[in-house]
């Protein structure tokens, strides 16, 4: 029947108005939301005026040596930045809000703080020209100008510099009868940086970096809208330009981590360690952010101000490095390396024996972390070609040399294949194979001469008796060829062997490879940690700890300590006391058997033990190595020292006889 409607018909028209209402009440919701959004931070009202929150960063923990030397620590600045959320309703004001911060960074002293800008412009209103930046293609100034003359939909060869003023002038209502030529000029230059940076709700615009309390007490007084200062802090180095590949750098949390850290609760402005003890504490040294509320009167007074979350300040990290060490060996290192026309680089590494810690890590060449954030250093850093950014220490893999004949020794004394009093004769060539040559013609040689001639034809009998692989059961249980345990990134190195071979597709591993494994040549690679744990593990009598940096974690401020690193042991090589004996007494005499070794030790007041290693590299002058210890009778400390083409084993212990005087604090003879 016509003019009654069906049930069906009533129910849907219920729906599509219950649907309508709906979409209006979400629609009402989301423009609330916008407005709030879009003023930035600021709450609804509670009594009167409006209601502001800011992040207040935690400060991040500090980092000391292990006798409570500061090496990185704070310091904080204050940034005034303009915030969209704050600024004034009217054009008109925002542009005298603007004039009115420049004047009072002039009048506190503040005029040179002024953040960086990218302006294409240069000169003063009317006669702004385009600036002689925009000549350089790879010019951040021309980067930023192509991204502006894009989002205008502008095109380099149609758009002059009065284009570009015109623009400015227009869309900010910059008339002459308003402001002065000067303050026009200002004024552009601020909204250009404004756009270049996406100013609006989601970024506000930074306009002076690190402003004093002048500044702070005279716009909190002056209520200019749109100002706030965000709270800044730095890291400063006590020691710029020493232990740089240790400590490590902060930067911001990229796209790869960024579901990481969310889930830990950062920000994701937040920044973070990258590298070195900054990356590898984080979760020790990061600060939590508090929050900071103010309450603003309708005319944008401050009425009240407080924490809704208090800040929290990170752990301090003490580690296990001795800064007067940490000198020593950069210094001594770097003074190795200028020793020789052929060599550029080189590595050392510095540890207690007796627990595993790290006590000294240099990398040479090295850069200081004071000077990463200039762009200028950094492309430097990128462009030299002697890799000064690159931690040979720990991600160099070298050919150990004859310092790997310690532990080929070891492992035919304790599996039999000779004995202390066992000899051999070298008459300066090995009879067999391909006849590889000796050092020199040492005669009838035993384990403790053939170590301290380095006598190749000795260990050749035993890379041919034994075989590399009975060796590196002895060597990788020692720690070559295997991770030290460090907290930093580093690599494992090269076991040289029938097995490397096969996992790499090479050719397959011939009876004669046996010969130049035994001396530490061949397909060998470790990294000079290694080395000294290695070494370490030796002269200890067998237990190998864990290479670590960390000593202890302390509260920020208190001091109290929340964690201490101990003592891991990884591996415990039994071996007899007559073979510890041997090794000992053998590396004892390498030093004082050589008189550009007595030299290097002269000042050194106690005994030192040690091994050279001249290294052959495909292309290249020879890598010198050295691995030393001290005291003979009760080690205390080991040093292993590479230094690249120094052509010469022993010429590489000149770095750590610098390291051992300071440690020992040896006094000059003759003063």
């Keep these: 029947m016509t003019g009654i409607s069906s049930p069906k018909r009533h129910t849907g028209a219920r729906y599509l108005a219950l649907g309508a209402v709906f979409l209006m009440i979400c629609l009402a919701y989301v423009i609330v939301l916008a407005v709030y959004q879009i003023r930035g931070s600021t709450l609804p009202p509670e009594e009167e005026g409006y209601v502001r929150a800011y992040t207040v960063p935690g400060v991040r923990g500090e980092i000391y040596d292990c006798n409570g030397n500061l090496l990185v620590g704070n310091s904080t600045s204050y940034d005034l930045i303009y915030e969209y959320g704050a600024m004034p309703d009217t054009r008109k004001e925002v542009n005298e809000s603007l004039l009115r911060v420049l004047e009072a960074l002039l009048a506190t002293g503040n005029g040179d703080k002024l953040a960086k800008d990218y302006s294409p412009l240069e000169g003063t209103y009317p006669n702004l020209r385009f600036s002689s930046a925009l000549r350089d293609q790879e010019s951040d100034e021309y980067y930023w100008y192509q991204r502006f003359l894009t989002r205008q939909k502008m095109t380099e060869e149609e758009t002059d510099a009065e284009d570009v003023v015109k623009y400015f002038v227009k869309r900010y209502q910059l008339s002459n009868s308003a402001y002065t030529n000067e303050e026009i000029t200002d004024l552009i230059r601020l909204y250009y940086e404004m756009e270049r940076v996406d100013f609006g709700a989601y970024q506000s615009y930074t306009v002076a970096e690190n402003v004093n309390m002048n500044l702070i007490t005279s716009l909190e007084e002056s209520n200019i809208e749109g100002v706030n200062f965000e709270i800044r802090a730095e890291r400063v180095y006590a020691y710029p330009g020493v232990a740089s590949h240790i400590l490590g750098r902060l930067g911001k949390i990229t796209a790869e981590t960024a579901e990481y850290y969310m889930s830990l609760g950062y920000s994701l402005d937040a920044m973070v360690g990258t590298s070195g003890c900054e990356e590898a504490f984080e979760s020790w040294l990061r600060g939590k952010d508090g929050t900071m509320v103010i309450r603003y009167d309708d005319n944008g007074n401050q009425i009240e101000k407080y924490y809704s979350e208090e800040p929290v300040g990170g752990n301090d990290v003490y580690l296990t490095l001795d800064i007067q060490l940490q000198l020593a060996a950069e210094e001594g290192l770097r003074e190795n390396v200028d020793m020789f026309e052929s060599s550029d680089a080189g590595a050392v590494t510095v540890m207690d024996p007796n627990t595993g810690k790290v006590l000294a890590i240099a990398s040479y060449p090295t850069y200081?972390?004071?000077?990463?954030?200039?762009?200028?250093?950094?492309?430097?850093?990128?462009?030299?070609?002697?890799?000064?950014?690159?931690?040979?220490?720990?991600?160099?893999?070298?050919?150990?040399?004859?310092?790997?004949?310690?532990?080929?020794?070891?492992?035919?004394?304790?599996?039999?294949?000779?004995?202390?009093?066992?000899?051999?004769?070298?008459?300066?060539?090995?009879?067999?194979?391909?006849?590889?040559?000796?050092?020199?013609?040492?005669?009838?040689?035993?384990?403790?001469?053939?170590?301290?001639?380095?006598?190749?034809?000795?260990?050749?009998?035993?890379?041919?008796?034994?075989?590399?692989?009975?060796?590196?059961?002895?060597?990788?249980?020692?720690?070559?060829?295997?991770?030290?345990?460090?907290?930093?990134?580093?690599?494992?190195?090269?076991?040289?062997?029938?097995?490397?071979?096969?996992?790499?597709?090479?050719?397959?591993?011939?009876?004669?490879?046996?010969?130049?494994?035994?001396?530490?040549?061949?397909?060998?690679g470790y990294t000079p940690l290694q080395l000294s744990v290695y070494l370490s593990t030796v002269v200890n009598g067998g237990t190998r700890y864990r290479a670590h940096l960390l000593d202890s974690v302390r509260k920020f401020y208190t001091g109290e300590v929340i964690e201490r690193e101990t003592a891991q042991v990884l591996d415990q090589v039994d071996f007899s006391e007559t073979a510890y004996q041997t090794l000992i007494e053998g590396m004892g005499e390498v030093v004082t058997g050589s008189s550009l070794l007595q030299s290097y030790f002269s000042k050194v007041p106690v005994t030192v033990g040690g091994k050279t290693g001249t290294a052959e590299v495909d292309g290249k002058k020879d890598y010198a190595v050295f691995c030393g210890f001290a005291p003979l009778e009760d080690p205390q400390i080991v040093v292993s020292c590479i230094i690249e083409e120094g052509e010469v084993g022993g010429r590489a212990a000149y770095t750590v006889s610098k390291i051992m005087e300071e440690y020992f604090s040896a006094e000059p003879s003759g003063e």
């Design 368 to 524: 200081d972390l004071s000077q990463f954030d200039n762009k200028d250093y950094y492309n430097s850093l990128l462009e030299d070609e002697d890799l000064p950014l690159y931690n040979r220490a720990l991600q160099g893999v070298y050919a150990p040399g004859s310092t790997y004949k310690i532990g080929a020794a070891l492992a035919a004394l304790e599996q039999g294949w000779v004995t202390e009093s066992d000899t051999f004769f070298c008459s300066g060539v090995y009879p067999h194979y391909h006849h590889p040559t000796c050092l020199g013609i040492h005669g009838s040689v035993d384990v403790i001469d053939a170590i301290r001639e380095s006598c190749n034809v000795f260990f050749y009998h035993l890379g041919d008796s034994m075989g590399v692989d009975a060796m590196t059961k002895y060597t990788s249980r020692l720690g070559l060829g295997v991770s030290t345990g460090i907290e930093l990134a580093e690599r494992t190195g090269i076991v040289a062997g029938s097995a490397y071979r096969q996992s790499q597709g090479l050719a397959d591993w011939q009876k004669g490879d046996d010969l130049s494994a035994a001396i530490g040549q061949s397909d060998h």
